[in-house]
């Protein structure tokens, strides 16, 4: 059974940065394409980045140029740096490597 576990995220300024990280138990990342959504309060679930199995990364338009996702050497861990956040970014974040979910991560900006 593999499982995911988001982390990293909090309650942040706007303008600030934070790096949420997925780390999956009993398998690496490795050969699998991982992407991370979120879920802002009272709407559907959204796309935000993905890692391809082939290291190609895509990201949605609102966070193009601030959200980077990226892999760790040993393909343990999928990083989502955040930066410039803003209130719009206020979501639970979700890694997943189909068909495996993590449980979320919130994340909060002030502004």
């Known amino acids: 059974q593999v499982q995911l576990l988001e982390s990293g995220g909090g309650l942040v300024q706007a303008g600030a940065s934070l790096r949420l990280s997925c780390s999956a138990s009993?398998?690496?990342?490795?050969?699998?394409?991982v992407t991370w959504y979120r879920r802002a309060p009272g709407k559907e679930r959204e796309f935000v980045a993905v890692?391809?199995?082939?290291?190609?990364?895509y990201s949605t338009n609102s966070v193009q140029g601030r959200f980077t996702i990226s892999r760790g050497d040993a393909q343990e861990t999928v990083y989502l740096e955040m930066t410039s956040l803003n209130p719009e970014d206020t979501a639970i974040y979700y890694c997943?490597?189909?068909?495996?979910w993590g449980p979320g991560a919130q994340v909060t900006v002030s502004s």
């Open positions: 997943n490597m189909d068909p495996y």
């Open positions: 009993g398998r690496t990342f490795s050969g699998y394409p």
């Open positions: 890692s391809t199995k082939s290291g190609q990364t």
